[in-house]
T-cell receptor
Framework: DGGITQSPKYLFRKEGQNVTLSCEQN?????MYWYRQDPGQGLRLIYY???????QKGDIAEGYSVSREKKESFPLTVTSAQKNPTAFYLC????????????FGAGTRLSVL | AQSVTQPDIHITVSEGASLELRCNYS??????LFWYVQSPGQGLQLLLK??????LVQGIKGFEAEFKRSQSSFNLRKPSVHWSDAAEYFC????????????FGKGTTLSVSS
């Protein structure tokens, strides 16, 4: 089945630790996105990538980093500089050359120990 | 700047009753508009979308939405709500440039009472 796979489903971070959230898609989409969701805040854009080896900061990129070495993969690293990382993280993908339809993974819930 | 407002944080509807969730947007040109639904602990599922043409759009699960340019609104409706419709609903606007990110509203939580 085509889709977007996020792993792990739950992740715990210790103080001062970097953690990486995985996002893989087999939809052959060019564009991929990372959103952060906090209760009552909707979705806020962290980073997005329109093509391989290129990405742009979103509204809340501080304390996060990404890479896009393969079309299928767009991992997000939550660094120790992100002081409030507890949230639900959603990855999405979409086709460039068309309109903005985005398809979402099931999310990763990150908590701080 | 683009923005999306969902005025209702939480709505409770009786099962079988009709539903309308409000969405207002701010955007200079004709926007691309979306409604997504999210069950607890899950990702977002696309319900419907408006790009152009007929202002009344049909989606999955019996939902529809009407684009009203004069009111900058894109309200979601369903004639008869089922208990399984309880979820969080997000309205989003896109710039119409492929590969750019969507702007989401803060969501409306729908509870369904029996």
């Amino acid at each position: 089945d085509g889709g977007i796979t996020q792993s792990p489903k739950y992740l715990f971070r210790k103080e001062g630790q970097n953690v990486t959230l995985s996002c893989e898609q087999n939809l052959n989409h060019d564009a991929m996105y990372w959103y952060r969701q906090d209760p009552g805040q909707g979705l806020r854009l962290i980073y997005y990538s329109q093509i391989v080896n290129d990405f742009q900061k979103g509204d809340i990129a501080e304390g996060y980093s990404v890479s896009r070495e393969k079309k299928e993969s767009f991992p997000l690293t939550v660094t120790s500089a992100q002081k409030n990382p507890t949230a639900f993280y959603l990855c999405a993908s979409g086709e460039t050359g068309l309109t903005d339809i985005q398809y979402f993974g099931a999310g990763t819930r990150l908590s701080v120990l | 700047a683009q923005s999306v407002t969902q005025p209702d944080i939480h709505i409770t509807v009786s099962e079988g009753a009709s539903l309308e969730l409000r969405c207002n947007y701010s955007y200079g040109a004709t926007p691309y508009l979306f409604w997504y639904v999210q069950s607890p602990g899950q990702g977002l599922q696309l319900l419907l979308k408006y790009f152009s043409g007929d202002t009344l759009v049909q989606g999955i699960k019996g939902f529809e939405a009407e684009f009203k340019r004069s009111q900058s609104s894109f309200n979601l409706r369903k004639p008869s709500v089922h208990w399984s419709d309880a979820a969080e609903y997000f309205c989003a606007v896109g710039a119409g440039q492929a590969g750019t990110a969507l702007i989401f509203g803060k969501g409306t939580t729908l509870s369904v009472s029996s």
